[in-house]
């Protein structure tokens, strides 16, 4: 069975700075990968997803994020955020459509002013 | 405005009640999910249906039930068996089994009193 492993439950970071938020998957077979935000007492948001093609994909609100099938990574990245960003982030995981998604446990992420 | 729809945003429940929570689509769906949320502990799979008049066990089944009866309505019932019920609830719904892009609901978060 697929597992995600978020790496970081919590990542602080300056407005304007770069950030990345890990995520690993266990298996090495075909996958479909997303992120998702969710802010506070809301439901989730799709910020982007891999299904196939490009390793790099581009989302909303200016992040993006790179499948690498030889780490089973597919981390989250954006080269200057905002206050705004300030959110809880979910990556996922299915095997090609075979399964539910499986969810990891969130990064927060914390902007600071 | 298509869209997921949960109610109510919050939900009190009495010790040893049963209590039902309302999820509804008009994306015209055939999949539908629900998943409980605690802090720390990502999203986990309570229960899904791919079809109308059928459904499967997620992660976190016991002590809980639910009904797919129409394609754009998929309750979830939190009976007395659950004996931590305190959470905060997300229903999800994707075009197909295939389609594993998930749409969420706003949520409702239940309070055991």
């Known amino acids: 069975a697929q597992s995600v492993t978020q790496l970081d439950s919590q990542v602080p970071v300056f407005e304007e700075a770069p950030v990345e938020l890990r995520c690993n998957y266990s298996s090495s077979v075909s996958v479909y990968l997303f992120w998702y935000v969710q802010y506070p007492n809301q439901g989730l948001q799709l910020l982007l997803k891999y299904l196939s093609g490009s390793t790099l994909v581009k989302g909303i609100n200016g992040f993006e994020a790179e499948f690498n099938k030889s780490q089973t990574s597919f981390h989250l990245r954006k080269p200057s955020v905002h206050i705004s960003d300030t959110a809880e982030y979910f990556c996922?995981?299915?095997?090609?459509?075979?399964?539910?998604?499986?969810f990891g446990k969130g990064t927060r992420l914390s902007v600071i002013a | 405005d298509g869209g997921i729809t949960q109610s109510p945003k919050y939900l009190f429940r009495k010790e040893g009640q049963n209590v039902t929570l309302s999820c509804e689509q008009n994306l015209n769906h055939d999949a539908m999910y629900w998943y409980r949320q605690d802090p720390g502990q990502g999203l986990r799979l309570i229960y899904y249906s791919q079809i109308v008049n059928d459904f499967q066990k997620g992660d976190i089944a016991e002590g809980y039930s639910v009904s797919r009866e129409k394609k754009e309505s998929f309750p979830l019932t939190v009976t007395s068996a659950q004996k931590n019920p305190t959470a905060f609830y997300l229903c999800?719904?994707?075009?197909?089994?295939?389609?594993?892009?998930?749409?969420f609901g706003p949520g409702t978060r239940l309070l055991v009193l």
């Open positions: 996922a995981v299915s095997d090609r459509g075979n399964t539910p998604l499986v």
């Open positions: 999800a719904s994707s075009i197909s089994r295939d389609q594993e892009t998930q749409y």
